[in-house]
């Protein structure tokens, strides 16, 4: 984020035309930006180039640098720091311009990326994650975690490397995430490893395979990883899976799994099946009672007699919006003598405890 502020130095002398910013990005190294500036050409004979003069107090430059564009990417930035930058043109035998219009550039400290997985590190086990197979969360001497106390196993104890690990989380349709893991082996020979990545949304995100070869005396190996995705659905997966070709003497090890980007939108709650007016035909005990509904869903019939106990009568499925229709047939099932009134409700399965 950044803002711009002009002024006008006061001394008569050449003046390159106002600077504008065209762009501001974050670059290497972390908390680093650069701002792009463009103006428009001198006409004039003799020019060598421009300079563009950078400084942290207003007129008081301490850093130039030298092109013969009319646009200039200026490095290495800090973010929650104020900027002055104005240009001016030299001559090939050294003579200079006066600067031109000065511009203020403030660069905002962004907000830190949003953490999204839970339970990366696997402190808690895997408890936000899904899991099929041979895989074990390790905390104990030899296994070396690079993040907190705990991590996954594939395959320990010379188990088939069948596992599967995965999470589902939210996302932002056209936005970036970057997704960031340690992938190791806690070996004794030097043999491999190989563990597959998969990012799936719509379509496939990612997919990567990582092997790593072990090297031996029951000592760990770690690689950090690092991936980008552009979303592509409100909903994404992330999905490890053990695809090793051996697994004696040699474990595939999963830690610090994290995933950054901006936060996903709230998902709106969806709203409730929408449930027309029934009608009902027949006489207690051969009763028909029918309705359209405008949404798919499970639906429940329930009786009362005195509208404070309700007995369920039936239950059916509708698969897509349409008609529905009940038959309540409980005939020598009422209580004799006849009762005065019969009631009906219809709805969701939720009320099926006896909430309407």
Do not use: C
């Amino acid at each position: 984020m950044f803002a711009v502020h002009h002024t006008r130095r006061p001394e008569p002398g050449i003046l390159v035309s106002t600077l504008f910013i065209a762009l501001a990005l974050s670059i290497a190294p972390a908390h680093a930006a650069a701002v792009k500036i463009a103006w428009n050409p001198v006409p004039e004979t003799g020019l060598q180039g421009y300079r563009i003069h950078l400084g942290t107090a207003s007129h008081t430059y301490t850093v130039t640098h030298d092109t013969s564009q009319t646009t200039f990417e200026v490095p290495d930035l800090d973010y929650g720091k104020t900027y002055y930058l104005a240009v001016s043109v030299f001559g090939a035998t050294g003579q200079e311009s006066l600067y031109s219009e000065e511009i203020t550039v403030e660069l905002a400290i962004p907000p830190a990326p949003s953490e999204i997985l839970v339970n990366g590190s696997f402190e808690a086990g895997t408890t936000g994650w899904t899991t099929t197979g041979n895989q074990t969360v390790q905390s104990a001497a030899p296994y070396l975690p690079t993040d907190g106390a705990n991590i996954v196993a594939f395959n320990a104890s010379n188990l088939p490397p069948n596992a599967v690990i995965s999470q589902t989380f939210s996302t932002a349709v056209g936005e970036t995430y970057v997704l960031g893991f340690d992938a190791g082996v806690l070996a004794f020979n030097t043999s491999a490893q190989t563990l597959a990545v998969n990012v799936s949304g719509s379509a496939n995100l990612v997919s990567q395979s990582i092997t790593i070869l072990g090297t031996g005396g029951g000592t760990n190996r770690w690689q950090p990883q690092t991936f980008s995705f552009v979303a592509d659905s409100t909903t994404t997966t992330l999905a490890f899976q053990d695809q090793s070709l051996t697994t004696n003497s040699i474990d595939l090890l999963l830690d610090n799994v994290k995933l950054t980007g901006p936060a996903a939108p709230p998902i709106a709650p969806a709203d409730p099946p929408t449930i027309g007016t029934p009608s009902l035909t027949g006489s207690p005990g051969s009763m028909v009672i029918s309705l359209r509904v405008a949404a798919a869903g499970t639906y429940a019939l329930q009786r009362s007699t005195d509208l404070i106990q309700w007995e369920q009568v039936a239950e059916t499925e509708l698969l897509e919006p349409g008609n529905l229709e009940f038959h309540d047939t409980t005939q020598g099932v009422l209580p004799e003598p006849p009762v005065p009134a019969l009631f009906y409700r219809i709805g969701s399965t939720a009320f099926a405890s006896g909430n309407p």
